[in-house]
Structures are given as structure tokens and as C-alpha cells.
């Protein structure tokens, strides 16, 4: 069984910066590729990053990116999301998320494991 563990939301004004933390335990980290998804309210779940097992590949959700880093430090069982020029529309819970069977681009569909989500708010 894996644990995800999601922090570092909280309130940003627009053009800030957040950088968001998944800690993982459990099976081996390192085979799992790695991602993250966000929901609005009323809002489909959106994907926003992905990245390889290796880290040697990622891939963005077109609305962030050029704006936002996914990155993974599979000694610390850490996976990384750094979030910068955020948006009002950025304004979310964001989601950890470990699939064994995929590789990125992630869909929710063959997700393996969910965080609880970390709430990111951004203000105008």
C-alpha cells in the first residue's frame, strides 16, 4: 500500500509563487511515475504534471505550462510541484497522484494511489 501525503497550499496573490510537496511511503517510490491533478469546484479533475519513474521525462497540462516545474527526488520518496505566475484560475485542490501502470501524460482513469489534496487559493 502507498501513503501520499500532500503539502504546502495555502493563499497566494496572482503572480506568486507556491511550491507543493508530496511525500510518499509505502511500496517502492522510484517505480511509480508521478503527478499532479487539480480540481475546482464544479470542475472536472484536471491534470496538471507528470513525471517517469527516472524523472528523465515530464509532461504538462497545457494551461500551466511554461509556468509550473515538476520535479522528483526519489531518495527523499518526495515528488515536487513548483507553481509559479499563478492565476486566479490556478485556484484548486491539488492532488498527488502514483500510477504503476502508466506512463506520462496521466489520466485519472489508471491512477493507483490519490493524496488527500492540498488547497491552493489564489487571489486577484
Known amino acids: 500500500q502507498v501513503q501520499l501525503v500532500e503539502s504546502g497550499g495555502g493563499l497566494v496573490q496572482a503572480g506568486g509563487s507556491l511550491r507543493l510537496s508530496c511525500a510518499v511511503s509505502?511500496?517502492?517510490?522510484?517505480?511509480?511515475?508521478m503527478g499532479w491533478f487539480r480540481q475546482a469546484p464544479g470542475k472536472e479533475r484536471e491534470f496538471v504534471a507528470g513525471?517517469?519513474?527516472?524523472?528523465?521525462?515530464?509532461h504538462y497540462g497545457d494551461s500551466v505550462k511554461g509556468r509550473f516545474t515538476i520535479s522528483r527526488d526519489n531518495a527523499k520518496n518526495t515528488v515536487y510541484l513548483q507553481m509559479n505566475s499563478l492565476k486566479p484560475e490556478d485556484t484548486a485542490v491539488y492532488y498527488c497522484a502514483a500510477d504503476s501502470h502508466s506512463i506520462v501524460p496521466l489520466t485519472s482513469s489508471t491512477v493507483d494511489f490519490w493524496g488527500k489534496g492540498t488547497l491552493v487559493t489564489v487571489s486577484s
Open positions: 509505502g511500496r517502492s517510490f522510484s517505480h511509480y511515475t
Open positions: 513525471i517517469s519513474w527516472r524523472g528523465d521525462y515530464t
